[in-house]
Nanobody, 120 residues
Framework: QVTLVESGGGLVQPGGSLRLSCAASGSILNLNAMGWYRQAPGNQRELVATLSGSGRTNYADSVKGRFTISRGNAKNTVYLQMNSLKPEDTAVYYC??????????????WGQGTQVTVSS
């Protein structure tokens, strides 16, 4: 069993910054891949950023140069640093992890979501 807990969302003015965190716990051998997605009202969930186990990153064009995905020193923690936030970044942000479990299976887990609102 693996549990993900997200934190760090909130209300911020345009141009501001937030850092989202995703902490995983449970029967984890390794995080094979990590990602952040977001869903705005009336829209489909979309990819924001991914980080492979080898360190390769990928970003949506809309966030390139502003957002950074990283893995914490506590290996089972993933961050999303968001700078120069815009109103169109407003959404619920979800953490997604591909976890190699102690059962030697690779399973897909989602966080509960954290609201990010960018507004003056």
């Amino acid at each position: 069993q693996v549990t993900l807990v997200e934190s760090g969302g909130g209300l911020v003015q345009p141009g501001g910054s937030l850092r989202l965190s995703c902490a995983a716990s449970g029967s984890i051998l390794n995080l094979n891949a990590m990602g952040w997605y977001r869903q705005a009202p009336g829209n489909q969930r979309e990819l924001v950023a991914t980080l492979s186990g080898s360190g390769r990153t990928n970003y949506a064009d809309s966030v390139k140069g502003r957002f950074t995905i990283s893995r914490g020193n506590a290996k089972n923690t993933v961050y999303l640093q968001m700078n120069s936030l815009k109103p169109e970044d407003t959404a619920v942000y979800y953490c997604n992890l591909h976890v190699l479990t102690s059962r030697l299976s690779v399973d897909d887990y989602w966080g509960q979501g954290t609201q990010v609102t960018v507004s003056s």
